[in-house]
């Protein structure tokens, strides 16, 4: 059983969502799709459509990939020390799917909680504010309208 789901994912996604999300792999740095994506809405689990992040907790890191100063969905995160490449980081996964998402950091902007979630954009699908609704995401429509 645990085969057949293996390679159902493995044909719902390319090779590298496949290789971040499942194999805890990595993507390159400056070449992904939402490193400098400006655009305003959610970016939710590529596997379980759990969402993950928002746009307006996203910043310029500059180190090459997604950073985030804290998650929409706390409790859709899950924390793991991990020791490969001779490091000790704090992996993040997405609970709902055990998604490798990316790493955590405690290099990001003081003044927003010192946090900084590294994230790879292959582990991510982003929804636009404008499709909140129409994707089943209402919830979260009202983060992104402006009070007068």
């Known amino acids: 059983m645990a085969k ?7 044909n719902n996604f390319t090779p590298l969502q496949y290789e971040v999300t499942q194999k ?12 400098d994506h400006k655009a305003e809405g959610i970016y939710v689990d590529i596997v379980s459509g759990k969402p993950l992040f928002s746009s307006l907790d996203k910043f310029d890191s ?4 997604p950073s985030f100063t804290k998650p929409l969905e706390k409790q859709e995160i899950v924390e ?15 609970k709902t799917a055990d998604s490798h998402l990316g790493h ?5 902007p003081k ?14 699908h982003f929804i636009p504010k404008e499709n909140l609704e129409k994707e089943g995401y209402e919830q979260y429509a009202s983060l992104f309208r402006k009070t007068p």
């Open 62 to 65: 500059g180190c090459g990939w």
């Open 104 to 108: 955590i950091f405690s290099d990001g």
């Open 24 to 35: 805890n792999g990595t993507e390159p740095p400056f070449h992904n799709e939402y490193w």
């Open 80 to 94: 793991h020390q991990d020791t490969s490449h001779h490091m000790i980081r704090t992996e993040v996964r997405s």
């Open 4 to 10: 057949e789901s293996s390679n159902k994912k493995r």
């Open 111 to 124: 003044d927003r909680g010192g946090l900084r979630y590294c994230i790879n954009s292959a582990s991510l």
